[in-house]
């Protein structure tokens, strides 16, 4: 299964997102969406889990739940906007996770792409979508789920220069949970 991850629009749907964004089974978005209508042209590509972030106080927005728990693929997904991610094993945020049984924590908020596999559980960050700001590329990123593991891959939008999928396909490394 292939699962689309983008955060941080602002109210701005990039036409490139939406190209890169075709094909995928699922959506996930990670909050800071600013206008329902973003959610609506994501849903005409497939179906869409979002939460809500910081920026969504409109009555459309913030009806949204500020994190959710899902299952694909036989995959736990924990989904909201604003996570610290652990610094190191130790990290005493990693056991709520462990407890949980969460696979993924998929986040956005400080528009900074982030991948990194703590004690088994990926934190998966897919950047900003939105417009630019901060000397920060906008992205999204591919979740890719298969019964070996879960692959992340971030992508810069700015590889969408034709039409179709993602110009840089995911790795084919596979990773165990």
Do not use: C
Not at 18 to 24: A, D, I, R
Not at 121 to 143: D, T
Not at 157 to 171: H, I, K, N, Q, S
Request: glycine share 10%.
């Amino acid at each position: 299964m292939l699962v689309g991850v983008i955060s941080d629009t602002h109210s701005y749907m990039d036409a490139r997102a939406l190209q890169l964004l075709q094909g995928v089974d699922h959506i996930l978005h990670a909050g800071d969406i600013g206008d329902a209508r973003i959610i609506k042209e994501l849903q005409g590509i497939a179906p869409v889990t979002a939460v809500r972030g910081n920026v969504d106080r409109e009555p459309t927005t913030s009806l949204y739940p500020a994190e959710e728990t899902l299952e694909l693929e036989g995959y736990r997904i924990f989904l909201t906007h604003e996570v610290k991610p652990p610094k190191r094993e130790t990290d005493l945020t990693l056991e709520g996770y462990r407890q949980a049984g969460v696979d993924v924590v998929v986040y956005g908020h400080s528009h900074i792409a982030y991948q990194q596999r703590w004690e088994g559980i990926l934190f998966f960050n897919p950047g900003a979508a939105g417009k630019r700001r901060f000397k920060v590329i906008p992205s999204i990123g591919f979740l890719t789920l298969t019964r070996t593991g879960v692959e992340g891959m971030v992508t810069p939008l700015e590889v969408a220069e034709g039409p179709g999928l993602p110009v840089m396909p995911p790795p084919s490394y596979r990773s165990g949970r």
